[in-house]
């Protein structure tokens, strides 16, 4: 792999244990290497824009795309909530990022927000336009794409997964954490993600990120984040991950991926 052109990292584990702020850790380095990135908030409930430095009053302002019943309906046909109805299976999506990402200090972040729930089977043209959109961006597009995930990889079809790079999974010194990287780790077999990294996250003592690894057993340690006592602080006050601290120790864990990666 001579250039590290585009690059496609899935960020995943077990609700709270640091998706986002590992997420916009890695998306603000990769910009400050002049990088293009994109990055995807796939969690219906998080917060990536506030982690990435826009202003809380702002954030709330955001309308994720699976709300945006106009660009849904433009590209599939029929809008989000409409039922029945012949929506196209192959929606026009290659624009998306550059037309309705949200600069965020030079990344461009979308939101995807919530789909509706209607079983694996459900084709509601917002679900439909998404996950196309989430595909494009892995598998297709030329730019560093992190995509901030919901503790799994549902977002992750059997195609899809073949393009993503690394599949990071984060796990803080708690059993529940060690537990769900596990479950994940079996996912990831199942789609044939080839590689995976661990970050440990919260980690209070210098024992703790081999701890965790071995208790997890099967992914290879990336490295480690400290406990710091001002990031949650950073969170309410809408501080970006980029300003604090923790960025650091971030940008070890990216070496570490570029290591990876670049040894193949
Ligand atoms: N190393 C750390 N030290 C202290 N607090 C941290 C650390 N990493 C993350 N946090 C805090 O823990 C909380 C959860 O972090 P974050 O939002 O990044 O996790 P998440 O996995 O994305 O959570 P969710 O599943 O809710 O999306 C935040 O308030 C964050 O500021
Ligand atoms: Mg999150």
Not at 220 to 246: E, K, N, R
Request: glycine share 12%; with cysteine.
């Amino acid at each position: 792999m001579g250039t590290l052109q585009d690059m496609k990292l899935a960020v995943t584990g077990k609700g709270g244990v640091g998706k986002t702020t590992l997420s916009a850790g890695l998306a603000s380095l990769f910009v400050q290497d002049g990088r293009d990135v994109v990055a995807i908030d796939a969690d219906p409930d998080t917060n990536l824009a506030l982690a990435l430095g826009i202003p809380p009053a702002v954030a709330e302002t955001i309308t994720p795309l699976s709300q945006k019943r106009d660009l849904i309906r433009d590209r599939m046909g029929a809008a989000g909530g409409e039922g029945g109805g012949f929506v196209t299976l192959n929606p026009k999506v290659d624009d998306i990022a550059e037309a309705y990402g949200i600069d965020a200090s030079g990344v461009k972040l979308l939101v995807l927000g919530a789909v509706r729930k209607g079983g694996a089977g459900c084709a509601c043209p917002e679900n439909v336009l998404l996950q196309t959109l989430f595909d494009h961006l892995i598998v297709e597009s030329d730019q560093v794409v992190i995509a901030d995930m919901e503790a799994g990889i549902e977002h992750l079809g059997r195609a899809t997964a073949r393009g993503v790079d690394m599949l990071i999974v984060v796990a803080e010194p708690t059993r529940a954490a060690i537990h769900t990287a596990q479950t994940i780790r079996r996912l990831a077999e199942d789609v044939s993600i080839e590689r995976l990294g661990l970050v440990v996250n919260k980690v209070r003592g210098p024992e703790q990120p081999q701890q965790v690894a071995e208790a997890v057993g099967g992914i290879s340690l990336l490295g480690s984040l400290a406990w710091h006592d001002d990031l949650a602080a950073a969170a309410f006050d809408g501080t970006p991950v980029a300003a604090t601290p923790v960025l650091q120790e971030v940008a070890h864990i990216k070496q570490a991926i570029e290591g990876v990666l670049a040894t193949g």
